[in-house]
C-alpha cells in the first residue's frame, strides 16, 4: 500500500506504551438521534448514562471518575457545557475538545484515566444539542475562522468539506456517482438501527439530485444536523472480569491535531489521520490493517469523508476507496464492512455524541448484540474514528474482543 | 421559544506577522515568512516555524499568482440562507515552495464561472490577484483571483 512520502517527517510516533494497565469496555447506552430532541442536554446526558450504567451492572456510586466530550459550547447555546452537562457530584470530572473529533477523545480520555492506574471505573460522555442554535447551526461556526483573513471572505462550514471533495474527486478521478455511494450504503445500513434518525434506501439518482449546497456538495451528501448523547462505562481488567464475560478491550488509542494552515496543505489526503492511525495498530500489534481490521467505523460526516478515511487509515489503497465500495468490499456482508449500523449520514450527526456512536456501533459489532446490523463476517478487531477542527484533528480507536 | 441576539462584538489583533502582511497587501505585494532550516515559506505568514520551533527568519515577497488547489461554489450563506448566484471561492497554491503536502497558500474568492467550477477546469488553473484601486491593508484589498 502506498504511504505518504513526508510522514515520518511530522510528529510521530514516539508514544510508546508499556506498563499500563489494560482497559476494557462493559457497557454503552445512546439515545436516539433526532432533528429536535424534547428532551434538555442535561436529560439526553442522564439517558445514555443510565442506560450504560445498567448494562455494565453498576450504579453512578460505582464510577469513580467521569469523562465528557461536548463539542462548541454555541450549539446547545450554554457556556461551560460541560460542567451544566454532568453533576459530577464531587468525582473527578474532565472535559475534552477537539472539535468534531471529540466524540472519539472521549473513550481515549477514559482509556488513560484506567489505563495509567488513576480510576478503576469511568464513565465517559457525548452529547449535543445542535437544534436549539437559530436561525440556523451554521450560523455558530462563523467564529472557528481565522477572524482576519478567512471570515471575510464569508465561509460557512460547508466550505470545508466542499474544498475537500473537490480536491479529492480531482486528485484521484473519483465521479461523484462513485462518492454517493456510500450515502445509499449508510442510510440503507441505518434502516436497522433502532436510534437512526435517517435510515432509509435511496438511490445514487436521489443524491446527485438533490439540492446543490456547495458544489461538489448536495443536500444528501450530507448528514442531518441532530441531538443526541451517548455514553461508555470503562473499566481496568480486573472490574471487566467481574462484572462482564464479554468485556471489549481497548487495543489501541492514537490520536493527533495539525496546525491550523489548511490553506496551504494538500487537502485529498488526511496525513494527521494516517499518523493517529499508525499509533493506535502500533499499540494494537496490527501491522497489516487491511489483513487484521474485521470491521470499520470511519467518520462519515459527508459521504467521502469516509472514503478519504478508509484511506488515510490504511483499510484503502489512496484513491480507490470508492472502487471498493462499488465492489461491495464495505458492504456489511463484505470483506470489510464499514459503517454497518449506519453511520452519521443514516444514524445522525450531533457531533461529539456521533462520534461515541461510532465507538459503540463497533462495540456492538465485537460483542454480537448488533442485531439486525451485525455484520456477516467474524469479528474480533475493529478500528473506529473522527475528524476535526479545521482539517487538522484526528481520533482513532481500535477495539478487540 | 427565547429571541436572544448576542451582541458579542470582538477586536482582534492581527498581531506581528499578520500586520505585515496586511500593510504589504495595501502595497499590492503578499509577504511571506521563511524558515532557513527547512526552507518553508510561511503563507499566510507565521512568527515562528511550526516545524522547526524556532522564529522564521525573514521576510520574502512572493507573486500574486499561482494555482488553483481546489475550487467551490456556494449557493448558501453562512447563516445558510439561499443564494442566487453562488460565491466561488478555494485555496490557491502559490508559486515559491518545492514541497508538495504544504506550501504557501491563500484562501479567496476566484473570478471564474460555475461550469469552470462543475467540470473542474479550473483546479488546476494559473491565477493572479486581482487588487482593488483603494487598499486599506486587509484580505479584501484583493478582489478576487482570477485566470490568466
Ligand atoms: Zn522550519
Given at each position: 500500500?502506498?504511504r505518504s512520502?513526508?510522514?515520518?517527517r ?9 506498563k499500563v494497565?489494560k ?16 428532551k434538555?442536554p ?16 453498576l ?7 467521569v469523562?465528557?466530550?461536548s463539542?462548541?459550547?454555541?450549539f446547545?447555546g450554554?457556556h461551560q457545557?460541560g460542567?451544566y452537562?454532568?453533576p ?13 473529533a471529540?466524540g ?8 488513560y484515566?484506567?489505563?495509567s ?7 465517559a460522555i ?5 437544534s ?8 455558530v461556526f462563523?467564529?472557528?475562522?481565522d477572524?482576519?483573513?478567512e ?6 462550514l460547508?466550505?470545508?468539506f ?5 480536491r479529492?474527486?480531482y486528485?484521484?478521478k473519483v465521479?461523484?456517482?462513485d ?10 445500513n ?5 436510534y ?7 438511490t445514487?439518482?436521489?443524491?446527485i439530485?438533490s439540492e ?15 441531538d443526541?448523547a451517548a ?9 471487566a472480569r467481574?462484572?462482564t464475560d464479554?468485556?471489549v ?13 489548511w490553506?496551504?496543505r ?6 494527521y489521520l494516517?499518523?493517529?492511525?499508525r499509533?493506535?495498530?502500533k ?10 481490521i474485521?470491521?470499520?467505523?470511519p467518520y ?11 484511506e ?6 489512496k484513491?480507490?476507496?470508492a472502487q471498493?465500495v462499488?465492489e461491495?468490499?464495505?458492504n456489511r456482508d463484505?470483506?470489510l464492512p464499514s ?5 452519521l ?6 457531533i461529539?455524541?456521533a462520534g461515541?456512536m ?7 459489532q ?7 446490523m ?7 478487531t ?6 476535526g477542527d479545521l482539517?487538522?484533528a484526528?481520533?482513532?480507536?481500535v477495539?478487540?474482543? | 421559544?427565547?429571541?436572544?441576539v448576542p451582541?458579542?462584538k470582538y477586536?482582534y489583533?492581527a ?5 505585515v502582511f496586511?500593510?504589504g497587501l495595501?502595497?499590492?505585494k ?5 524558515c532557513?532550516?527547512?526552507k518553508?515559506v ?7 516555524c511550526e516545524?522547526?520551533?524556532?522564529p522564521t527568519?525573514?521576510?520574502?515577497e512572493?507573486?500574486?499568482e499561482?494555482?488553483v ?13 439561499r443564494?442566487e448566484?453562488p ?5 490557491i497554491?502559490l508559486?515559491?515552495?518545492e514541497?508538495d503536502?504544504v506550501f504557501?497558500?491563500?484562501?479567496h474568492r ?7 467550477v462543475r467540470d ?8 493572479k490577484?486581482v ?7 486587509s ?10
Amino acid at each position: 500500500m502506498e504511504r505518504s512520502a513526508n510522514v515520518y517527517r511530522y510528529g510521530l510516533i514516539h508514544v510508546e506504551v508499556r506498563k499500563v494497565r489494560k482497559v476494557a469496555i462493559i457497557g454503552a447506552g445512546m439515545t436516539k438521534f433526532a432533528r429536535r430532541h424534547f428532551k434538555t442536554p442535561q436529560e439526553l446526558v442522564q439517558e445514555a448514562s443510565i442506560k450504560a450504567l445498567e448494562e455494565a451492572g453498576l450504579g453512578y456510586n460505582d464510577i469513580d471518575c467521569v469523562v465528557i466530550g461536548s463539542a462548541p459550547d454555541a450549539f446547545d447555546g450554554v457556556h461551560q457545557k460541560g460542567e451544566y452537562l454532568f453533576p459530577a457530584m464531587n468525582k473527578p470530572m474532565t472535559r475534552v475538545f477537539i472539535g468534531g473529533a471529540t466524540g472519539v477523545m472521549v473513550p481515549i480520555s477514559g482509556y488513560y484515566h484506567v489505563a495509567s492506574g488513576m480510576c478503576d471505573k469511568v464513565l465517559a460522555i457525548a452529547e449535543e444539542k445542535m437544534s436549539q442554535a437559530r436561525p440556523h447551526p451554521q450560523a455558530v461556526f462563523r467564529y472557528i475562522w481565522d477572524p482576519i483573513l478567512e471570515t471575510p471572505i464569508g465561509p460557512n462550514l460547508l466550505w470545508i468539506f466542499a474544498m475537500e471533495m473537490h480536491r479529492y474527486m480531482y486528485a484521484y478521478k473519483v465521479p461523484k456517482e462513485d462518492i454517493a455511494l456510500v450515502s445509499v450504503k449508510n442510510k440503507a445500513n441505518a434502516a436497522d438501527n433502532p436510534y437512526a434518525q435517517l435510515g432509509g434506501r435511496i438511490t445514487v439518482d436521489d443524491v446527485i439530485k438533490s439540492e446543490v449546497l456547495v458544489w461538489p456538495v448536495n443536500r444528501l451528501d450530507v448528514s442531518p444536523v441532530s441531538d443526541g448523547a451517548a455514553a461508555v462505562v470503562m473499566v481496568s481488567e480486573d472490574v471487566a472480569r467481574r462484572y462482564t464475560d464479554t468485556p471489549v478491550w481497548v487495543a489501541g488509542v492514537g490520536w493527533t491535531l495539525d496546525n491550523t494552515e489548511w490553506t496551504g496543505r494538500d487537502l485529498s489526503y488526511n496525513r494527521y489521520l494516517e499518523i493517529a492511525g499508525r499509533m493506535a495498530y502500533k499499540m494494537a500489534g496490527i501491522e497489516r490493517p487491511n489483513k487484521e481490521i474485521d470491521v470499520a467505523e470511519p467518520y462519515d460526516p459527508f459521504d467521502y469523508k469516509e472514503l478519504m478515511h478508509l484511506e488515510a487509515l490504511q483499510l484503502a489503497p489512496k484513491g480507490k476507496a470508492a472502487q471498493l465500495v462499488k465492489e461491495g468490499v464495505f458492504n456489511r456482508d463484505g470483506d470489510l464492512p464499514s459503517s454497518p449500523g449506519g453511520g452519521l449520514l443514516g444514524v445522525g450527526n450531533p457531533i461529539a455524541a456521533a462520534g461515541l456512536m461510532k465507538v459503540i456501533s463497533l462495540y456492538w459489532q465485537l460483542k454480537g448484540t448488533a442485531g439486525k446490523m451485525q455484520v456477516k463476517k467474524p469479528v474480533y478487531t475493529g478500528v473506529a474514528q473522527a475528524w476535526g477542527d479545521l482539517m487538522q484533528a484526528s481520533t482513532v480507536v481500535v477495539l478487540r474482543r | 421559544m427565547i429571541r436572544y441576539v448576542p451582541k458579542a462584538k470582538y477586536s482582534y489583533s492581527a498581531g506581528q506577522a499578520q500586520s505585515v502582511f496586511l500593510n504589504g497587501l495595501k502595497e499590492k505585494k503578499i509577504l511571506g515568512t521563511v524558515c532557513n532550516k527547512c526552507k518553508k515559506v510561511y503563507v499566510p505568514p507565521k512568527m515562528y516555524c511550526e516545524e522547526c520551533f524556532k522564529p522564521t527568519d525573514g521576510w520574502v515577497e512572493l507573486k500574486d499568482e499561482g494555482i488553483v488547489h481546489t475550487a467551490i461554489a456556494s449557493f448558501v450563506s453562512w447563516t445558510r440562507d439561499r443564494l442566487e448566484e453562488p460565491i466561488i471561492s478555494g485555496t490557491i497554491k502559490l508559486y515559491g515552495s518545492e514541497r508538495d503536502y504544504v506550501f504557501p497558500g491563500m484562501f479567496h474568492r476566484i473570478c471564474t464561472t460555475y461550469d469552470k467550477v462543475r467540470d473542474m477546469s479550473i483546479i488546476g488553473a494559473k491565477v493572479k490577484a486581482v487588487w482593488n484601486e483603494k487598499r486599506v491593508g486587509s484580505i479584501e484589498d484583493i478582489q478576487c483571483f482570477k485566470e490568466v
